[in-house]
């Protein structure tokens, strides 16, 4: 059974960070493309980041490029993501995603066959 769970949300002030882990168990870690994505009530999922099995080409949606930072540690089946400089719109719910390796897009989440139950991150002004 494959179990994908994110930790290291919570509250924190504009201008602050938080690192999201998600770890994963039930499948071979380092053979899947990883990616975050979050949702806001009355909004659809969007994606946030991904990276690939191997750590790298990474890829962010242009609101977090520069300020979030996407890592992996296979020997931890562990993906990251570095939250900094935070805003009241970075808060949603951030689900972790495993994607089919034989997907194209990294940014469509249609790809991706496995996913966290999400976690709340909420930034007050």
């Known amino acids: 059974q494959v179990r994908l769970v994110e930790s290291g949300g919570g509250l924190v002030q504009t201008g602050g960070s938080l690192r999201l882990s998600c770890a994963a168990s039930?499948?071979?870690?380092?053979?899947?493309?990883m990616g975050w994505f979050r949702q806001t009530p009355g909004k659809e999922r969007e994606f946030v980041s991904a990276?690939?099995?191997?750590?790298?080409?990474?890829y962010y949606a242009d609101s977090v490029k520069g300020r979030f930072t996407i890592s992996r540690d296979n020997a931890k089946n562990t993906v990251y993501l570095q939250m900094n400089t935070l805003s009241p719109d970075d808060s949603a719910v951030y689900y972790c995603?495993?994607?089919?390796?034989?997907?194209?897009?990294?940014?469509?989440?249609?790809?991706?066959?496995?996913w966290g139950q999400g976690i709340q991150v909420t930034v007050s002004s």
């Open positions: 039930g499948l071979t870690f380092s053979n899947y493309p």
């Open positions: 990276i690939s099995w191997r750590g790298g080409p990474t």
């Open positions: 995603a495993a994607r089919l390796p034989s997907s194209a897009s990294a940014v469509d989440q249609r790809g991706y066959k496995y």
